[in-house]
């Protein structure tokens, strides 16, 4: 009797643990051992883990929580995104990503319709941002009016900078109970913040830490313009040396740029600092994407860009290093 009383203690047990998480493994061809990133919203703030393979082949195993559907980023540590998908607690969601870059997730319903969409739209999805991709995107909606899948595609994978209006328009056909929080986290803001009255507001003075754990501020009045760039300890080569041409083409004293290391290992960072040759600020903030500094400047992806000018106007905010470097371009002929 006592045997049996604690097998259904354990049970339970295991049960309610079920029920407060979900659990994520991820099949990256060719990722040997190198870590993941998982990032996604709950409880009204922008939580991130880290996982890797035990061995060459093996998945890269996560454990998050989010009562509610949240859309789950998947990130290589040089801050590229793989794939977006949405979970919630006692989901279990398996991620398989082919040396093609083909993708397919299951563990619900929505991973299911993605795993599709994916699989129809690989070729568009490859080539990037585009208007194409974009009309691919929009017809699901369309179609989908009821699924969070519909919430994942226009989030991640609608090119909003291009076409608000139309944006906005996509996620009104959305039914509510398919726009769950976690997955419109920061993307609502980043659609008003495209708009032109919404980036009229102004980027206060930031601290951050650089050389050494000293303190510094950040004030982007005291430049004609100024690049903040969010970034990984391992960033991608295309936003260095977009950073590179930057400077120089353009002057400390006409452009101010700071890269902030959004990591949790400082250690890391300071290594690669040593044989740092960069000609713009560099500073890191503990915490990682929780960091508070990340929050309050609604940083809703890495690599992330903010543009501003003289007197602190936001111009140009988002995850497209095109996008930043032709705002500042624009401006400093």
Request: hydrophobic letters at 45%; proline letters at 4%.
């Amino acid at each position: 009797m006592r045997l049996f009383l604690l097998t259904c203690m354990l049970l339970v047990l295991t049960a309610c643990g079920f029920r407060d998480s979900f659990t994520v493994e991820a099949r990256v061809d060719g990722l040997g051992v190198e870590a993941l990133w998982m990032v996604y919203y709950a409880d009204g703030q922008l939580n991130q883990s880290e996982g890797r393979p035990a061995e060459p082949g093996d998945p890269a195993k996560f454990v998050g929580a989010s009562a509610d559907y949240t859309l789950v980023t998947l990130r290589r540590f040089n801050g590229s995104d793989i794939v977006g998908f949405p979970a919630r607690n006692g989901d279990k969601i398996k991620v398989t990503v082919n040396a093609d870059g083909s993708v397919a997730v299951s563990g619900n319903a929505a991973c299911d319709s993605l795993t599709a969409f994916y699989s129809r739209n690989h070729s568009l999805i490859e080539s990037g941002p585009s208007p194409k991709l974009s009309a691919a995107v929009a017809r699901f909606v369309e179609a989908n009016t009821a699924s969070v899948a519909s919430t994942v595609l226009l989030t991640t994978l609608f090119d909003a900078s291009a076409s608000t209006a139309r944006a906005d328009s996509l996620y009104a056909m959305i039914a509510p109970e398919a726009r769950a929080p976690g997955i419109v986290a920061g993307w609502s803001e980043q659609l008003d913040l495209a708009s032109q009255d919404e980036l009229n507001r102004r980027l206060g003075p930031f601290t951050v830490y650089s050389r050494g754990d000293t303190a510094m501020s950040f004030v982007a009045t005291i430049s004609p313009y100024s690049l903040i760039v969010f970034t990984m300890t391992d960033r991608s080569d295309s936003v260095a040396s977009a950073l590179q041409r930057l400077r120089a083409d353009f002057s400390d004293r006409r452009l101010k740029m700071l890269e902030v290391t959004v990591n949790t290992d400082s250690a890391q960072w300071a290594r690669q600092m040593a044989n740092d040759t960069a000609r713009w600020t560099r500073g890191w903030v503990p915490g990682g994407a929780a960091a508070p500094v990340v929050r309050r400047m609604s940083v809703t992806g890495i690599p992330f860009f903010i543009v501003a000018d003289s007197t602190a106007t936001q111009i140009y905010r988002g995850t497209s290093v095109t996008a930043a470097v032709n705002a500042l371009r624009s401006r400093l002929k």
